[in-house]
């Protein structure tokens, strides 16, 4: 068991959610050359809402639940909302005049894509989706080894710790080597780009830094960064990750600061001390986020506009498109299947 007790209230890990969204949002923005060093490695967003996933269900993961009753849990979680938005997507590429086949759209709606080394597979209809055939995965496999993991000594939780970054660097140095000309931060249709970027059983390593990340925070271990410097570092990593070779940029450059802020953020809400991103407002953008990031894509590609146009047009519209997924979809769905109590696990955001 990883906590006896109820955790406490981590608001301002929801507050950072809308803050991985948006760099997600930029990194998908039509820039000139000096921009692209600030916006393309905005996939590394996707890094951080990994690593938090396995965090927050790790923290919450304080009575032992069955997993047919954890699977439902996840299902409600995601599904509803990616159905809505894989159909609703669909209709719009449609609309667009371009096509898609029927074996994309059942692929893409089971969340199987990313097990497919083809790009038709996993940026079909809407693109963004292939990240949650990564987190299928992972909650999977976590009812199977999350107990046995917070059993483990401190010394085979620091290892396991070391071997995930690791892997996580070795990785794209390998892919570096083997594959130097692809561009691991956009859409090579090459296997070492899905090989680094989506293949689920590499980016489960970066899930797995979470979870650990988490039980040591419960069994007292205090974070060597206090917010603001975690916030620092993990600023200039994501800076960094814009000019290290490009498999770097996707996750192994960024992985540790995510991290380190991660951890910080909770151990400032379990103190009491809070940070900034508690903010109501801040809090809410962080409960849609997982709606914005189904629908940005499409605001985005509705207009063609500069940079700038899209933060003044393109933004706000996918936020209140994604207030109208979150509010209509998302809650009543996920309270209809989980519960009506059961939005708040363990006092932490939704993974």
Sequence with gaps: MVAATRAPRLDS???LRFGAALVVFLHHLPVGPTLDHFTKQGTAGVSFFFILSGFVLMWSHGERVGARRFYRRRFARIYPAHLVAWVIGAIIVTAKGLSWSADEFIVGAALVQDWIPEQRYYFAINGV???LSCEVFFYVTFPFWAHRLAAL???ARAGLAVAAVAGVVGMAAVATVVDPGADYLRTDDSVWVWFVRHAPFVRILEFLLGALLAV???RGRRCPLGWLPALVVAGVAYV???VAPSAFGVAAVTLVPFALLIAAAAEADRGGAGTPFRRRWLVWLGEVSFAFYLV???FIDAFDLPA???LIVSLPLAIAGAALLHHLVERPAERRIR???SLLVGGVPRA
């Design 296 to 298: 940005h894509l499409w």
């Design 129 to 131: 989706a292939w990240s």
């Design 308 to 310: 700038s146009g899209h």
């Design 13 to 15: 890990l929801t507050g």
């Design 240 to 242: 960094a990750a814009g």
């Design 216 to 218: 040591e925070l419960l």
């Design 339 to 341: 519960g009506r109590n």
């Design 153 to 155: 000594g401190s010394r």
